[in-house]
């Protein structure tokens, strides 16, 4: 069965530090992944993709994911944190085998202190 | 600039009545899903809908059922609310098809029912 982890339920970083916020998946066949950034009572917002090409993806608000097949992740990163990035993250995945469906991980809080 | 918009950002209602949340799309999308967050539970899914007047049931269906008369538009229906469905509802979009311009999900801004 499809499966996203996000091992940490939340990650604190200091403003100015990297930060780095994990995803693993099971999937059957090459994944199409993904990572969602949700602000307090909104709705999801798309940060970037991985479908084919190049593993280091650069996405919106200068985060950017590597994709590893072998350790099968997909990792969120950011070189410098800053406040403004304290949210909920989301990494789903697409199902390639049944194009309808989509799996997200738990979410994980970050909190980055000034 | 693409958009999913959702009827109410916040809503009551009371034990019994029948609720309606709409959601709306503007991008041609043949996939449309319903799902609810709750914290700790992540994003479960209720309904997709995946063409105008198909739907598949999701991992929690029961207590939902939902309508797409019209390409852009798909409903959730609480048929008689009750205080276990509180929680934020969020409505997505994304193509069926394999293009490579646009897999991911499309979400609005969500919707924070209460039911008392």
């Known amino acids: 069965a499809q499966s996203v982890a996000q091992p940490e339920d939340q990650v604190n970083v200091a403003e100015g530090n990297p930060l780095t916020v994990k995803c693993t998946y099971s999937?059957?066949?090459?994944?199409?992944l993904f990572w969602y950034v949700q602000y307090p009572n909104r709705g999801l917002q798309f940060l970037l993709k991985?479908?084919?090409?190049?593993?280091l993806v650069k996405g919106s608000y200068g985060f950017e994911a590597e994709f590893n097949k072998s350790q099968t992740s997909f990792h969120l990163k950011k070189p410098s944190a800053l406040v403004s990035d304290s949210a909920l993250y989301f990494c789903?995945?697409?199902?390639?085998?049944?194009?309808?469906?989509?799996?997200f991980g738990s979410g994980t809080k970050l909190n980055v202190k000034p | 600039d693409v958009k999913v918009t959702q009827s109410s950002r916040y809503l009551v209602k009371r034990t019994g009545e029948k609720v309606f949340l709409e959601c709306v799309q503007d991008?041609?999308?043949?996939?449309m899903f319903w799902y609810r967050q709750d914290p700790g539970l992540g994003l479960r899914l209720i309904y997709f809908?995946?063409?105008?007047?198909?739907?598949e049931k999701g991992d929690i269906p029961e207590g939902y059922s939902v309508s797409r008369e019209k390409k852009e538009r798909f409903s959730l229906i609480l048929e008689s609310a009750s205080t276990n469905q509180t929680s934020m509802y969020l409505c997505?979009?994304?193509?069926?098809?394999?293009?490579?311009?646009?897999?991911?999900?499309?979400f609005g801004p969500g919707t924070r029912l209460t039911v008392t």
């Open positions: 997505a979009s994304t193509r069926g098809v394999r293009t490579l311009t646009s897999y991911e999900q499309y």
């Open positions: 999937v059957s066949g090459n994944p199409y």
């Open positions: 991985y479908i084919t090409g190049d593993n």
């Open positions: 789903a995945v697409r199902d390639i085998g049944d194009f309808n469906k989509f799996y």
């Open positions: 991008m041609d999308h043949e996939n």
């Open positions: 809908s995946y063409d105008v007047k198909m739907k």
